[in-house]
């Protein structure tokens, strides 16, 4: 099974930051990551998939890069809104794990 | 507008069954495939199956393979995930989530809340 690792576990940050987080696959994965945002009791929001195309409707603040094993999404000029946390899941393979998650706070 | 709403939680024995629905709307559901996902309180995600748009194709965590079953009604446009000799660690919020064309979770439940407790 391919594991998914996500760091930091915890970032503060002040609005207006910009923040990078990175995820890292057990094995290479080519481009099959998705990256999603989910905030204190509400469902995952989808933001990233084939690890660098924006979902429709996601803010242009938002991107992601990486390929193979190693991936990033980056965060530009962090709005209050986007303090919630991060998780990385692969899309290669059946079972489709997800990284440990990517909590991002307020400094 | 797309909705995938949960529905079948609450609190049940350890060792006992429950079977939890995802009712679809919104779309096209016999086109998609759909996954179920938990999430532990205070913990992460955790993927634990999905199934083909046909319903042919399943696939499951290990942590669930032998005890959960996963099946869908075209008909109803609705998904289930029955449930077996449940443990105390698979208490959690279980979501459904449509998958999308590269495989990403576009769209997500609200969730229900499954307890197992004595």
């Known amino acids: 099974d391919i594991q998914l690792t996500q760091s930091p576990p915890f970032l503060s940050a002040s609005v207006g930051d910009r923040v990078t987080l990175t995820c890292r696959a057990s094995q290479g994965i080519r481009s099959s990551l998705a990256w999603y945002q989910q905030k204190s009791g509400k469902a995952p929001n989808l933001l990233i998939y084939?690890?660098?195309t924006l979902q429709s409707g996601v803010p242009s603040r938002f991107s992601g890069s990486g390929s193979g094993t190693e991936f990033t999404l980056t965060i530009t000029n962090l709005q209050p809104e986007d303090f919630a946390t991060y998780y990385c899941?692969?899309?290669?393979?059946?079972?489709?794990?997800f990284g440990q998650g990517t909590k991002v706070e307020i400094k | 507008q797309v909705q995938l709403v949960e529905s079948g939680g609450g609190v049940v024995q350890p060792g006992r069954s429950l079977r939890l629905a995802c009712e679809a709307s919104?779309?096209?559901?016999?086109?998609?495939?759909i996954h179920w996902v938990r999430q532990a309180p205070g913990k992460g995600l955790e993927w634990l199956s999905v199934i083909s748009y046909d319903g042919r194709n399943k696939y499951y965590a290990d942590s669930v393979k032998g005890r959960f079953m996963i099946s869908r009604d075209n008909s109803k446009n609705t998904l289930y995930l029955e449930m077996t000799s449940l443990r105390a660690d698979d208490t959690a919020v279980y979501h459904c989530?449509?998958?999308?064309?590269?495989?990403?979770?576009?769209?997500w439940g609200l969730g229900t809340l499954v307890i197992v407790s004595s």
């Open positions: 919104g779309f096209k559901f016999t086109s998609f495939s």
């Open positions: 899941q692969h899309l290669n393979s059946y079972p489709r794990t």
């Open positions: 989530a449509r998958e999308g064309r590269f495989g990403e979770l576009d769209y």
């Open positions: 084939g690890a660098s």
